[in-house]
């Protein structure tokens, strides 16, 4: 995959990003929301960066793809698979590039390329209530509120909201 924005190139995951990845997932933030994606090590995100990449060109996913902002890693965008056979979008932004529209951006261009690519009409977002800033993006990108209150969110009953893109 190949996209690219005014300010971002997403492209496809390389090996030799495995230090950056890691590096980039050891923050508050993730560890707050999105616990099962941070990477201890290099060689952690090495094996999970191989297996994304065997993701690529296929149907199931999921597809996750970085986002460079001047030739710089600035995070990820991602189209991941859920159990009821909805898609739903995923992204994260590091944090020393936070607070300056990447996620937005990527979410924009992401969404009509993936799914053109996987064959679908609708993208679910669902971020914890409190996740105010992944609120703002979804709602930047065009989805709609469907559902708030206690939902299942990485294993445990809390409060999310969830929202839908397209039909």
């Known amino acids: 995959m190949r996209i690219e924005t005014e300010r971002l190139l997403i492209t496809d995951f390389t090996p030799e990003m495995a230090e950056v990845v890691s590096r980039g997932s050891k923050n508050e933030n993730m560890r707050r929301f999105l616990p099962d994606e941070v990477f201890e090590t290099p060689e952690i995100a090495a094996e999970v960066i191989q297996t994304l990449m065997g993701c690529y060109g296929g149907t199931q996913g999921p ?7 001047q030739g710089q890693y600035a995070g990820y965008v991602q189209l991941v698979p859920m159990e009821d056979g909805e ?10 590039m936070t607070g300056r529209g990447y996620a937005t951006e990527a979410v924009q261009a992401f969404l009509p390329a993936i799914m053109a690519q996987v064959g679908i009409t609708r993208v679910m977002g669902i971020c914890l209530m409190e996740n105010r800033a992944s609120i703002r993006v979804l709602d930047k990108c065009g989805f709609r509120r469907v559902f708030e209150g206690d939902g299942l969110y990485q294993g445990e009953m809390r409060p999310i909201v969830k929202m839908v893109y397209g039909q």
Request: proline share 12%; charged share 10%; glycine share 6%.
């Open 63 to 69: 597809f996750v793809h970085p986002m460079l902002a």
């Open 87 to 96: 898609w739903e979008i995923g992204y994260c932004t590091v944090p020393e």
